[in-house]
């Protein structure tokens, strides 16, 4: 199982671009690496998914170098409604046909708080 | 909308009691799971199911057992609920569309269970 490595806190401003690193040096081949946001009081959700590269959406870009050792999440121009808990996972894409779901694990995340 | 829900949010019990916790989705998803999330933990995978009549083990499975006996509900049961398991508990499904597609969690708001 490929385990991960986040910074348990950060602190930000509104309007500053926030860049999240996760390490996960014995990633395997055929992992994807996925990043979830966690609002209080909510389950998580969603954000982004990329297996190397860049990956963008209207949330956020996803960067991953070429030996695939780490990726960042990058949150551009803050608001104080991006404070939250962001998990990175790594695993197979679609963990059903890929051995199951035991493979796919939440970390204990990044505990990212925007301050005005 | 399609939605998932869970209940009750808030549950206090005493030990050795049986506790089911319920999960109802709307979205038609094939996959239900259900996570604990504890400080300092993350989110840790106690069973999940890929349809109906499927069951399969988590990480944290001792304790607790579900059933799927339609494509809806996966209830959660503590056949006898112990102080360790005082946690929240998040239900979660995805839809199964093959090793093409990005399969993604869609969470419920939680259920926060206290063991006294």
């Known amino acids: 199982l490929a385990k991960t490595t986040q910074p348990i806190s950060m602190d930000s401003y509104e309007g500053q671009e926030v860049n999240i690193t996760c390490s996960h040096n014995?990633?395997?081949?055929?992992?994807?690496i996925t990043w979830y946001q966690q609002f209080p009081s909510q389950g998580p959700r969603f954000i982004i998914q990329g297996y190397k590269t860049k990956v963008t959406n209207e949330v956020a870009s996803l960067f991953i170098p070429a030996d695939r050792k780490s990726s960042t999440l990058s949150l551009p121009r803050v608001s104080l409604s991006d404070t939250a808990v962001y998990y990175c996972l790594v695993g197979p894409k679609t963990p059903q046909f890929s051995g199951g779901y035991n493979k796919l694990i939440f970390g204990a995340g990044t505990r990212l708080a925007v301050h005005p | 909308d399609a939605e998932i829900t869970q209940s009750p949010r808030h549950k206090i019990t005493e030990t050795g009691r049986q506790v089911t916790l319920a999960c109802h989705q709307t979205?038609?998803?094939?996959?239900m799971f259900w996570y604990r999330q504890d400080l300092g933990h993350g989110l840790r995978l106690i069973h999940y199911?890929?349809?109906?009549?499927?069951?399969n083990k988590g990480e944290v499975s001792d304790g607790y057992s579900v059933s799927r006996s339609n494509t809806e509900d996966l209830p959660l049961t503590l056949e006898s609920a112990a102080s360790s398991q005082t946690s929240v508990y998040f239900c979660?499904?995805?839809?199964?569309?093959?090793?093409?597609?990005?399969?993604?969690?869609?969470f419920g708001p939680g259920t926060r269970l206290t063991v006294l």
């Open positions: 979205w038609n998803h094939n996959n």
């Open positions: 199911s890929y349809g109906v009549q499927d069951t």
């Open positions: 979660a499904s995805s839809e199964a569309r093959g090793t093409g597609s990005t399969d993604t969690q869609y």
């Open positions: 014995n990633i395997a081949t055929n992992d994807y």
